[in-house]
């Protein structure tokens, strides 16, 4: 059975402002990720853009196809055939240190941030680890925040992936918001 335990998510206007920041690559997210890999065994397609030397040092060259859709030199890592990276290992990521940008500004806790759920393959995981996290909500505005958030994530296109509806709501309520 799987654990139902609430997680802490942290503050949430310092993780919106940390999430902010890593987004627009002045840092990475800090996810308390403890022993889960859900995001590693999710059958993703993990993005390597053509500035990311360091990642591209420590992925075998093997491993990476042209991304599609995407300019020149941006590649894809993809999965093995149970869905994991093929950089994790049973001690986790093999390349922890030099991971990819995409998966160092990875956070489950947009899901629960903005009630979006996770879906397709492999993503069940995820789900549930989202489902468990819990922000600290201060004030009046950080539950309109987070309110709010919820509400521009039901209201946004259903085509777009689970991912992306998340992050637009998130950007949509904090854009112009102080840091």
Partial sequence: MNDAR????????????????????????DVPCGECTACCEASQFIHVAPDEADAL????????????????????????????????????????????????????RVFAATGVVPTGPGQTAIAERAARWRFAVRDERDRDRLDAMHEAAAAADTDLSPIARALGAITRVTEGAPE
Avoid: N
């Fill in 6 to 29: 609430p997680l802490e998510a942290g503050d949430l206007q310092d993780w919106i402002d940390k999430l902010r920041a890593a987004l627009r690559d002045e840092g990475d997210t």
């Fill in 57 to 108: 040092a420590h992925i075998p060259r093997a491993l990476l196809f042209p991304a599609p859709g995407a300019p020149p030199g941006h590649l894809v890592m993809g999965f093995d055939e149970h869905g994991r990276c093929p950089m994790l290992r049973a001690d986790g990521c093999s390349i922890y240190a030099h991971r990819p940008r995409t998966c160092r500004t990875y956070d489950c």
